[in-house]
């Protein structure tokens, strides 16, 4: 892990070393959920298969990339192989600014290479490394795997709204509050920043008990 550690971007790498310490902050409860994602990864594994996930909320605006970057920084940090992440929603919006302002704030570089209304981002988190496209979409766009993936439900609208989640493999159900209610607040990014915090501090508790 040292070297993949060494090739992280210096910022990242810090943010990533301090999770282990909010790992006491998990409810019991939570670390059930958790574990249970992260056993049944485990048997992916074993059984010598790819490992696709997608997190799906409602508008793939912000819970959803904000757990696939984490997702994917957690797979690189803990040499799991054959991880690919995704992101998608009941409906598309954009990819919003200020979640891709709190990831860039915890060391992911992100870049916006097409405008528009629901622009295109590429994210990297070394500088050799492999990038990824980032943009909102329905779960079901032909960027994202058809069948035998992973579905993890990020937002409880989602949740309900997508009981079944055709082409799943399995389906896990593991919600986050939204920022978006604190937008135009003075708490705006004091909460975006701490649903980050929260979602990395899940994600990489999750990876960390995968077993390979």
Same mark, same amino acid.
């Given at each position: 892990m040292e070297n993949i550690e060494t090739e992280i971007y210096p910022k990242l790498r810090e943010y990533i070393e301090n999770l282990n310490v909010n790992f006491s902050i998990i409810?019991? &409860?939570?670390?059930? /959920? +958790?574990?249970?994602? %992260?056993?049944?990864?485990?048997?992916? #594994?074993? *059984?010598?298969?790819?490992?696709?996930?997608?997190?799906?909320?409602?508008?793939?605006?912000?819970? &959803?990339?904000?757990? /696939? +970057?984490?997702?994917? %920084?957690?797979?690189?940090?803990?040499? #799991?192989? *054959?991880?690919?992440?995704?992101?998608?929603?009941?409906?598309?919006?954009?990819?919003?600014?200020? &979640?891709?302002?709190?990831?860039?704030?915890?060391?992911?570089?992100?870049?916006?290479?097409?405008?528009?209304?629901?622009?295109?981002?590429?994210?990297?988190?070394?500088?050799?490394?492999?990038?990824?496209? &980032?943009?909102?979409?329905?779960?079901?766009?032909?960027?994202?795997?058809?069948?035998?993936?992973?579905a993890v439900m990020v937002c409880s609208d989602a949740d309900e709204a997508c009981p079944f989640v055709p082409g799943a493999a399995k389906r896990f159900s593991l919600p986050y509050d939204d920022p978006k209610k604190f937008e135009n607040t003075d708490l705006e990014e004091i909460k975006y920043d701490a649903a980050t915090m929260l979602i990395a501090t899940e994600i990489f508790y999750m990876f960390s008990k995968i077993k390979i």
């Open positions: 409810s019991e &409860s939570r670390k059930s /959920q +958790l574990e249970q994602i %992260a056993e049944y990864l485990s048997e992916l #594994i074993s *059984n010598g298969k790819d490992i696709n996930i997608i997190f799906i909320c409602t508008h793939n605006s912000r819970r &959803s990339h904000i757990a /696939q +970057l984490w997702a994917w %920084a957690a797979s690189y940090y803990f040499s #799991i192989p *054959n991880v690919n992440t995704f992101s998608g929603g009941t409906e598309a919006t954009a990819f919003n600014h200020r &979640s891709v302002k709190a990831m860039t704030k915890a060391g992911f570089e992100i870049i916006e290479i097409e405008g528009g209304g629901n622009p295109v981002f590429e994210c990297s988190l070394s500088e050799s490394g492999e990038k990824i496209k &980032s943009f909102s979409k329905e779960f079901s766009h032909s960027s994202n795997p058809q069948s035998d993936f992973i």
